[in-house]
């Protein structure tokens, strides 16, 4: 239900284990969160780890081994140790992700390799790494797999070593009705092989016919942030008809789940998309595993922003401006994809929200605005602690460094206690790539 424009934030945008303090400010993870901005400064990335857990253990429910988190969502040794315990794989797309997910010490075959251009490099590290899948997007990649395999790199695992565990990545041709910078579903697409145009059989009995692969299954990911199940579940049945007749044994729908950013949206829990996906398997007859890829639907609702106001201004009949200590260095997704977010003032969780205000970062430039007509209390002043919700998914992990804007800290917090997981940036971390002249 959406509420009046000026009701407070509703908390159903909040992490699972927020609470209402006596002094109705904000607690998350039993830490006030007041007291978190004061002790590790602001901006602030705070997640509630018991919330990490639930939707982690809810994936492994639903879809059961092999379901993978995406780590590009939000990703520090940390968090990969977390999805890890709770059963989860690792979905790791880079060389830089995958350097991050071993040194948490995850183990290689818990990982999902993927990319639509890795390198020889990359393949190489991921093979002798011993990554349980790679997930493979192109001829071109399957050329390099061969080439590595002329030179007798071949996959690390503990029986020994063997041909690279491969899925294909399928493009079913289906539009997923969320924004064209993450739709990835569609013909016109740069990712995986098109199944309209044949290319998509041709990957499979290629990949059949080397010695240096072992065709696992096939994959689709169709884009992020969809909320349309009708697109979620022809993607499922287009690439589980096409995989029926091969008889592979594991089938991954990727990730892609959309989740509730603001008053008014509603998105399907992991458990309700696995029984869409699933249902839309079994009926082409396909008996493959179903596995799945969520980032957002595990991180997003997890964590929120802390910020300090550092200045407002009011221009009657215009807007006001409310200028907070970060923006689009650590949320790039508003100028982006024009994102929509809620904001509130922690110390004052359930006050109405009677000011309209725009909530714009530190940055050079007019489109560094994190909530464009959001509301808070009235009373909001210079130097309160403002916050943004739903900041746990490509939020830190899309942020940069501009303007030498200092990165921020993220903590976990659980049981009253707080725990820095990425430390706050220093001038001087910013000058550790700049070989001096
Ligand atoms: N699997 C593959 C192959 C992917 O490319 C992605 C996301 C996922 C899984 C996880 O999707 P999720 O469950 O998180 O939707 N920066 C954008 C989102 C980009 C998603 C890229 N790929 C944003 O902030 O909205």
């Known amino acids: 239900m959406t509420g009046p424009a000026t009701a407070p934030l509703p908390l159903s945008l909040l992490p699972d284990t927020a609470t209402i303090g006596d002094q109705g400010q904000l607690l998350v993870g039993g830490c006030d969160t007041l007291e978190l901005a004061a002790e590790f400064g602001t901006p602030l990335f705070v997640y509630d780890e018991a919330h990490l857990r639930a939707r982690c253990t809810e994936a492994v429910e639903a879809f059961g081994d092999g379901v993978a988190y995406a780590t590009k969502a939000f990703l520090c040794r940390a968090m990969a140790q977390l999805a890890h315990e709770c059963g989860m794989q690792l979905d790791v797309a880079t060389a830089g992700e995958l350097h991050v997910a071993l040194a948490a010490g995850v183990p290689a075959d818990r990982l999902v390799m993927h990319g639509n251009n890795k390198s020889m490099a990359e393949l190489e590290m991921a093979l002798t790494a011993g990554v349980g899948r790679i997930v493979v997007d192109s001829f071109d990649e399957l050329d390099r797999l061969d080439m590595l395999a002329a030179r007798g790199i071949a996959r690390q695992g503990d029986g020994g070593q063997g041909p690279a565990r491969i899925l294909l990545r399928m493009t079913p041709g289906i539009e997923a009705h969320t924004h064209e910078f993450v739709a990835t579903g569609q013909d016109d697409s740069k990712f995986g092989f098109t199944v309209s145009s044949g290319l998509a059989g041709k990957a499979v009995e290629r990949a059949m016919a080397s010695p240096a692969v072992e065709l696992l299954g096939l994959h689709a990911h169709i884009g992020s942030q969809v909320f349309s199940i009708d697109s979620l579940r022809q993607s499922a049945t287009i690439i589980a008809a096409m995989a029926a007749p091969y008889d592979l044994p594991e089938l991954s729908v990727g990730g892609g789940l959309g989740v509730a950013y603001v008053d008014g949206e509603e998105g399907l829990t992991i458990t309700q998309w696995a029984r869409v996906v699933k249902d839309a398997v ?143 940036q220093t001038l001087d971390d910013l000058l550790r790539y700049d070989v001096a002249p």
Do not use: W
């Open 282 to 424: 079994a009926a082409t007859g396909c008996t493959a595993k179903v596995l799945a890829e969520p980032g957002r639907a595990i991180a997003a609702g997890a964590a929120i922003t802390l910020y300090t106001v550092g200045t407002i201004k009011h221009l009657p009949d215009i807007r006001t401006y409310v200028a907070v200590d970060g923006g689009m260095s650590d949320n790039p997704r508003p100028v982006l994809y024009g994102s929509g977010y809620e904001t509130f003032l922690p110390r004052a969780v359930e006050a109405r929200r009677a000011r309209t205000i725009t909530v714009v970062g530190k940055h050079c430039e007019s489109g560094d605005t994190l909530v464009r007509d959001g509301t808070v209390p009235d009373d909001i002043a210079v130097g309160d602690i403002l916050a943004t919700p739903v900041t746990g998914a490509y939020g830190y992990s899309m942020g940069s460094n501009y303007q030498h804007v200092l990165r921020p800290a993220v903590v976990f917090v659980a049981d009253g206690e707080a725990r820095q997981v990425v430390r706050r």
